[in-house]
């Protein structure tokens, strides 16, 4: 089960090796994100550069909608590799996010050989008979009867995988420590089994809503990146992009009254998912520059709560009176 | 490299921040992987290794600033902005004028520009959002206003404040409305004014920037990294002071708070279900039991009833702790939905119920303001007076208080030399289930001069010192 990378996982510094860089530059990481359709600033693009060079996930961290998972997603399709996804919530454990022994094979296989009594069990490990108890054991505690769960499965797996632990700020604080083992040294330790140590170092993205303060120990393994909203250049370019037929000056408008409304006190700002929902809405009502009413009609879009909904809708018509007393 | 990374290091622990040795190291092969002399992928790199927290950014930055700062070409001011001149002089023509200028006057030994050339060609290049050009009228206006003095031990503020005095943004930015009404062809709707106002302001942001890095980059140039990076050093986000916080701490504090009682929110409610369990839940156990041949194997439990709490807040909110109490009424109303109850009730010398003004409210900032200008505190002068507070506080309502109670009384209890009339105190620790007293001046001063924390602190379950978001944090999740 141990690798390739057995000879290789420390460096001269005590690093894991790497492996073949996938990005030549910083520049490069940018143009394929870019080109994938997902707009990386510097920041972005640099530390998914450092994620492939040090071989270190990266924890990225940011209010709801910023396009956190889209990145890992844009990552895997840069890098035409598989995307597999442990969604974490409270209680997940080992048996769902590491591996599980496969117990209805396991009773199965006893049953069979007390009943059978020429087994034809697709079983290689054994001649087909084992009498000995210690045999059977370790018949069953055998590759065919584990059920590999995503984090075991990006580490065995021999393609290029992105690892993606999704909203990892859900699971309790001791169950963060099942992810330490994977995150730094890319294997898991199967009692019954031994070490897995993973093909090819996987990348690996965490996201984090930030609900609550994770562990030292987990954020000292990382890579942080924290995605806020985005400039206003940068919201404009993504409106572009992401919604077809929208105008430059629709797109130019949408961004500058959603940076205004994140300029006020709301409950919950608009995201870019829902900028592009704005934008998207807009472009079907067939609107080609936005007024105050139209603006306050499509608002429900962006914002979702009401009391938030009366504030952008004050806001936006209050800039009158102020702007009339400047005259 | 090594030794610059070292110290920077050193300055962000001093700032502070956790850096653990692991993640220096990781910043030091992070280095190894980018080209030096882009500024950006450095700061970058140095960042995604060592900054864990987007608190702790702004700290981070500020350091990396004075750290890795680009040093001025010139050697004194007017040398420079001529340089700076002759550098960007391809600009096109506005560049060409302003170098021209530059360069004319300072051979004449003179000043660069004349204040009027200065503040029309920043019009100008606010107006077309040119940041070349700002960046080298922002050069320009530091060297002719902040007049700045070798030597001298300061962080720059007062150089920052003196540039922007002179610089009058607020009168830039109503020109630049101006402008654009114009533009528009004389009136503007809401919206296109709001949105103007939103995008010139934005720009000012920037021209303050510039100008406070470029102040940062004469001071680093004039008295090194090390001894500047102290002189600019700023507490923490969960640090500051409340008591001493600037308006723009305040502002960022109250954004911390709302994800705070989010926090503070979830970790109750995973509290209640990892919590000690209730009865057995017969029903379920059969139910589950069927999986095993109906041996019920795996015994499930009800959820306890979650206990809810009542809370009674007292805040003082004199002059002397507006600011924290504020804090504490913001906090504990978010969360209040946690609480069957929360009742508070501000007081200087006289004493008021506010709870009413929360009540159907959306809006906290809304009802702190209404508490401060419509609630009914002063009783005499105005000046704190706990005795006669709590008194008036135990006649009204200390008969709502039961065992299911806790009360907080916030405030540094200095009494202006009035009677403390502690026993009011001790007559709520019977009745109610806790009294706790948050008190936000430092320990140190406690019992100093006209404070007797130390009376009422003996009738208290405990007495907290409460001066930052950290150890209101840490209250918060005790108390509950």
Known sequence: ?327 | MLDVLTGFVTELRAAGLPVSMTEAVDAAEAVHHIPLEDRQALKYALAATMVKSSAHWKAFDTAFEVYFAIRPPGATAEETGAAYGDEQGADGDEMAELSGAGRGRGGAGGQALSAEELAEMLFRALKSANDAQMAALARQAVTRYAGMEPGRPVGGTYYLYRTLRNLDLDGLLRRLMEAARQEAGGVLTPLEERLATDEFRSRLDRLRRELEDEIRRRLVADRGAEALARSVRKPLPEEVDFMHATREELAALRRAIHPLTRKLAVRLARKRRHGRKGPLDFRSTVRHSLSTGGVPVDPKFRYPRPAKPEIFVVADISGSVASFARFTLHLVYAISSQFSKVRSFVFIDGIDEVTRFFDGVDDVAEALHRINTEADVVWVDGHSDYGHALTVFWERWGEEITPRTSVLLLGDARNNYHASQAWVVQELRHRARHVYWLNPEPRAYWGTGDSIVGEYAVHCDSVVECRNLRQLEQFVSELT
């Not at chain 1, 790497?18 to 990481?29: D, H, L, N, T």
């Not at chain 1, 709801?64 to 895997?76: I, R």
């Not at chain 1, 007390?114 to 069990?121: K, N, S, T």
């Not at chain 1, 995503?150 to 021999?158: D, H, K, N």
Request: proline share 5%; aromatic share 6%.
């Open chain 1, 1 to 327: 089960m141990t690798g390739g990378e057995g000879d290789t996982t420390t460096g001269a510094l005590g690093f894991p090796e790497p492996g073949p860089p996938r990005f030549a530059s910083v520049a490069e990481v940018r143009e394929k994100l870019d080109a994938s359709g997902y707009l990386a600033d510097d920041g972005i693009a640099g530390v998914v550069h450092l994620a492939d060079r040090l071989a270190k996930p990266v924890l990225v961290e940011g209010p709801a909608g910023t396009g956190k998972t889209e990145l890992a997603k844009a990552v895997s399709r840069i890098t035409d590799s598989r995307l597999i996804r442990l969604q974490c919530y409270e209680g997940l454990d080992e048996s769902k996010a590491l591996y599980e022994w496969n117990y209805r094979k396991q009773l199965l296989r006893i049953q069979a050989q007390q009943l059978v009594d020429e087994p034809e069990l697709d079983v290689p490990a054994t001649t087909g008979r084992p009498r000995t108890w210690k045999a059977l054991e370790e018949d069953i505690f055998s590759e065919p009867f584990l059920l590999t769960r995503p984090l075991l499965e990006a580490i065995r797996c021999t393609d290029p995988v992105v690892l993606l632990i999704d909203e990892v700020d859900r699971v309790e604080l001791e169950t963060e420590a099942l992810l330490l083992e994977v995150l730094s040294d890319y294997q898991v330790s199967i009692p019954e089994l031994g070490t897995v140590r993973a093909e090819r170092i996987p990348m690996v993205f965490l996201t984090s809503n930030n609900t609550r303060e994770l562990s030292e120990a987990l954020k000292r393994r990382c890579l942080y990146l924290h995605l806020d909203y985005p400039s206003l250049e940068r919201e404009r370019a993504i409106v572009r992009t992401r919604v077809p037929g929208i105008s430059d000056e629709l797109a130019d408008q949408v961004a500058r009254i959603v940076r205004s409304l994140r300029t006020l006190e709301l409950k919950k700002y608009p995201s870019v998912s829902e900028t592009l929902d704005w934008a998207r809405t807009l472009v079907v009502l067939g609107v080609q520059s936005i007024d105050a009413e139209q603006a306050k009609a499509t608002l429900h879009v962006l914002l979702k709560y009401r009391s938030d909904l009366e504030r952008a809708a004050k806001e936006l018509s209050v800039a009158e009176s102020s702007g009339s007393s400047a005259l």
